[in-house]
């Protein structure tokens, strides 16, 4: 399984930025997939996850803001985030796990300005 992040950059506090993830190799249909981030210095922390049923879990400081969503015939993860503070900014990684396996992608950098 390979995942490959696009659509981060750079962004005004209170702004709006969607990022997607494709995904390819074997891809099986019951899994998690999500988004992760890092910010310089901080651990990585979940951000939203969505499995195969739809079920999904936000962390409480995106709540409300960010929208992490699928598309299994494109094969693609999404995350919409809508009024993006500074505190936002990090490194953004897509993550998918399937039976206790795990994969990253190589993360995309979003940058919001105050």
């Known amino acids: 399984v390979q995942l490959v992040e696009s659509g981060g950059g750079l962004v005004q506090g209170g702004g709006s930025l969607r990022v997607s993830c494709r995904v390819s190799?074997?891809?099986?249909?019951?899994?998690?997939s999500g988004w992760y981030r890092q910010a310089p210095g901080k651990e990585r922390e979940l951000v939203a996850v969505?499995?195969?049923?739809?079920?999904?879990t936000y962390a409480d400081s995106v709540k409300g803001r960010f929208i992490v969503s699928r598309d299994n015939v494109r094969k693609m993860v999404y995350l919409q985030m809508n009024s993006l503070k500074p505190e936002d900014t990090a490194v953004y990684y897509c993550?998918?796990?399937?039976?206790?396996?795990?994969?990253w992608g190589r993360g995309t950098q979003v940058t919001v300005s105050s």
């Open positions: 190799g074997t891809v099986h249909s019951i899994n998690t």
């Open positions: 969505i499995g195969s049923g739809g079920i999904t």
């Open positions: 993550y998918r796990k399937w039976k206790g396996l795990e994969y």
